[in-house]
Structure formats: C-alpha cells, structure tokens
C-alpha cells in the first residue's frame, strides 16, 4: 500500500512539472495531450482506489489469482495430472505442500491450475452479460415506449429463472463443459446489466447536452453509444466486478455438481467435491479449494465496493482536494 | 428577395393529462439571409418551443407540430424525413442552448464535441476537424485555443462554455443560428461580450440569427427586427427601430414600462404587468391578453385580434392598441 502511495504522488509531482515546461506549438500538444487529459480523468478515481483498504485487498487478491492463473505451469511443482496411485490421499509433506488427492495428484498444482477456470469463466461470461445487457438497456432506455415495455418485461421474465436450475437444464440440453456454463451464466447475467443502463439511461437523456447532440444533428446510435454509454459507465463498471465473483460462485457450483469443466482439468468446485468425500481423512483437500472460491468471490465484491466509492465523486471528496 | 426561412401557421400543441396545450398557435414570420431577428416574451409564451419547433426537435410524444409549414432554403422542413432532418440540423442549421453548464457532455473533451458537427455533416476525420476546430475556439476567444480543446466541460467557466458552443454552432457555417436565451446564465459583463461577438461573427458569415430573450435590452442592440409573442401567438412584428419608437400592442408596451430606464427620473416607479401569465390549459377568451391589459374594450373578452398592419413593417393584434407616444417615453 506504501508502494502504491509512492507511485501516485510521484505520479502527480511529474504531472505538476510538466505543466511548468513552456508549451510547445500549439498543434503540437493538440496531438500529445489525449494521452494526459485521460490521466487526469483516471487519476483522482485511482487514487480513491489505492486509499480505499478494502479495494486493495481485492486489488491484491486478483492480482495474486491472476498470477496463479498465467504462470501456474511455472508455479506448479508438479504436472496436476500426474497420477502417483502409491501416494493417494496424502497430508501436507515437503514433496506434496498440501498433500495429494484421492488419485494421488498434487493439490498445489491442482489449486493453481484451478485458477484458469474459475478467472476465465467469471471474466469471460461476465464480459457477455455486459455487452448484451449494455446494448439491450441502452436501446430500451432510449427508444422508451413499446420496445422499452417489451424488452423490460423479457429481462424480468429471464430475471425469474432460478439460475442454478437454469444451469441444469442447460447443461443436460448442451452436455457439461466450460463454454456451455459460460453460455449459460451469460444468459441469466445480462439481465442486472440491462437494468442498469437502462436507468441510467432513463435519467441522462433528459439532460441537455442530449438534446444539444440531436441539435448537431447526431443519430439515434451516436448518442447512444458516444454521449450516453460513457456517462452510464460508472454503475456498469461497479456491477461488473460484483458479477464477477457472482459467475466465478455459479461456476464452482456448477463444477460441484459434475456440469462444469471435465475431468480431469482441474477446477476448484470439482476438487471441492470430491475432497468433501475424504473430508475425515484429509482435510485440506476441499478446504483449499474452497477457501480460494471464497477469496475470489470476496475480492471481486471487495473491487466492486471500492469503485463504487471510487467512481461516486461525492464519497471523493477527500482524494479530490489532495488531488 | 426570396427569405431564407418562412415559417407560415406553425402550431405546436402538447397534450397532458390535464388537456391539450397549444403552446405555440399559428405563428407566421419571415427571415431573410443574415438578419437577425428577436423573439421576445415572458417564461411560457412559447419562445422556445417555436425554437425547437424549427429545428423540429420537439419531443413527441407528448408534444407534435400539429399545422404549419417551414420552409428553409426552398424546403418544407415538415415533409423531410428523419435523416434529412439530421442533415439540416447542426449542419445549415445550428442552435445555441440556454444553459452552457450542462449543454455540454460530461465526459467528452470540448474539442470532440466542437468537433462533433464536422465529423457528422463533412465526414472529417478526428485530426482534420482538430485543426478547424482550433481555429473555431480562436475565433470565439478562447486564449490558448489549441490546448483548450483536450480540457473537459468542468474545467471551463459559464462563459467560456457558452463561447463554445457558438464556436459548435458556427463549426459547419450554418445559414441559420437559433439562440435560444443565449446569456439568461451568465452575469452581465459577459453578456455583452458574448452578445457582441455573435453579432460580429454572424454578420461576417452571412448567418442569420433568430435570438430568443425575455431582455428588451438585447433586442433592441442586437436584433433587426422583433416578434412579441404572447400566450402561444406573435401580437406584435416591427422592425427595432418602430417597435422601441412607436410600440402598439398594450403588452409591449407594458414590458417596456416594466425596465428602468437610465435617461428618467429615478423616482419614477416602475409599472409592471398586472396579473399572472395565462394558463394555457385554460385560455382567457379572446385576445389572451385582455385580462391583464389596460386598453381593454367589450370586443377583447369575446374574439381574438388578427394581426393587422399598423404602419409599414408593423404589425399587430389588438382590438384597441396604443396610438399616443408610451407614457414611458
């Protein structure tokens, strides 16, 4: 957290001297400066970020995760699907850190491993549910009328699909397997997302600067895309990150049950299942795994939470002045 | 000499829950090229409406252009469709907001937004239009014009943005500038400035102006010549000079006696208008003014004036309008 501190105001002094230096041609700058005037829209908000505790911790946590997910063959000790059968069931030893599972292949490696899945079914489905939802409110919220009746009265319809059956019957109807929990999360997920752009979207285009947009003589698509969308972005980005952990949860479900990923990919909901059945014999088999679902979920909720205070510019007050 | 716009019978109703609002009722008026013209009223007489009528941005529901025709440069801007509409608007057509706090995006840099025009009628690129846009901001003053166009919205003052959004609406050269209470937001001294440059920058480009204000004052530096408008209707069309020497219509005049003026006795208390403007729910009967009029007559409380002229350029709808020299004067 010191670190991070030292990076940002260093980060603002160098932003400081620079204002200093004499302006270069004015054409000049007119090319240069896109890539500042983003910094200073961004930094404020991360600023907020890096002083908000919790954020970091979830900050901390996903970056801790990603690394495990990108570099688990170089982390692992060993292959996670090397079966060693006179070595099953094993508790923590200096060759196995965590211990073995049922057929004898090392959990370290195994939990690494497991990263993959769960980040990339959270990130991945997550990123459908928003571009379906986001498109979807955005016309909805500003067409309004008939078409803004029928797609609300859709998405609360999806809304009532309990998703874990949902996730069943998907899974009976397209087979278990990553992409089809992917399709599946996606398909129940972009129904919070149209919600909220779409009141988002209720309350912006009253604005004036809308209708300055239609008096340039901006289409339907312009200023739902370039004035609307960017203003909306906030409580899209807030939800997004809370969706995350909810998908990364709906996944581990999914794999507890046998609908995930097959075996033998490791996955954390799968290890979770079958070490609940040795769950006398050695312990740590699905507490490990479990405790990472936990940890992952909780720091996707952590991020959300912090840019939720983060991107609110009046709980910003206080980074703002130092700002 | 062939007007650039001609607006004939324009009716604008909205309809409520309450009833029908006729917030604009057949108003006719001409524009030649390069001339401005003043549109004067109280809040709610349908100054705005007539605006945003023009531009045929009038949101339906709940509101609809229920009769009329506008003709600009040789087109009935009612037949056109949608698209065509768009091409008119921002391009020939430009429009200045009233508040230059919030008539901005938020998040978008002013340049991208002055720039927006150009990239939508001329199909510029980003750097193409950066350039000319520089140049647009210069031309409304802007110091440091080229720098200014990376800030945001937040970073420029009430003045600033307003000079802004000229510079928006001047970006395609539009024919015609429609302001719509272009300096209600900002303090005096920038008032004046602002109306002088637009006076200045349209007069170079050849672009007419329709400013809409509830300033007399305004009017009479800046326009060539003034509607009043009352209730939804004209009462009154003069040219500046006939209307400030020889105002008709007791609403005018009224308004008049409602300023203090510099050149008179100080003591002199002001006259304002008695009465509340009308509800336009319920319209008075008649003339829509004669519950508040002074030179009223039987005839007012039962039919409604037409427009009738008065002297040469002058025109107004009243039963019984003023003839002596205003008591202001």
Redesign the interface.
Known sequence: MTMDEETVSSDIRQAGDSEKEP?PP??E??RR??R??LR??IRPILYAILHHKTACMGILIILLLTVMALFAPWLAPHDPNEQDLYHVLESPSRRHLLGTDDVGRDLLSRVLFGARVSLFVGLSSTVFSALIGIFIGLVAGYKGGAIDMLTMRITDTFMCIPGLIFLLVLAAALGPGVHNIIIAIAALGWTGFARITRGQVLSLRQ???V?????????GW?IMF??LL??AMAPIIVAASITVGGAIMLESAAAFLGLGVQPPTPSWGEALRVGYSYLEIVPLFSIVPGLMITLAVLAFNFLGDGLRDALDPRLRGEAQKIV | MAGLLEVRNLSTHFSTKEGLIRAVEDVSFDLDAGETLGLVGESGCGKSVSAMSLMRLIPNPPGKIVNGEIVFEGRDLLKLGDEEIRHIRGNRMAMIFQEPMTSFNPVMTIGRQVAEPLEIHRNMTRNKAWTICADLLRRVRIPEAGKRLQSYPHQFSGGMRQRAMIAMALACTPRLIIADEPTTALDVTIQAQLLELMKQLTRDAGTALILITHNLGIVARYADRVNVMYAGRIVEKATVRALYADPRHPYTVGLMASIPRLDQDVKRKLRPIPGQPPDLLHPPSGCAFHPRCRNRIPVCEIHRPALEKASDGHEVACWNPVREAPPCC
Do not use: V
């Open positions: 302006a004015e054409f700058t007119g400066e896109p500042r005037s200073t829209g604005l004036p600067f209708e300055a947009a239609h008096a340039a003589g901006a289409s312009r370039r004035h960017p203003n």
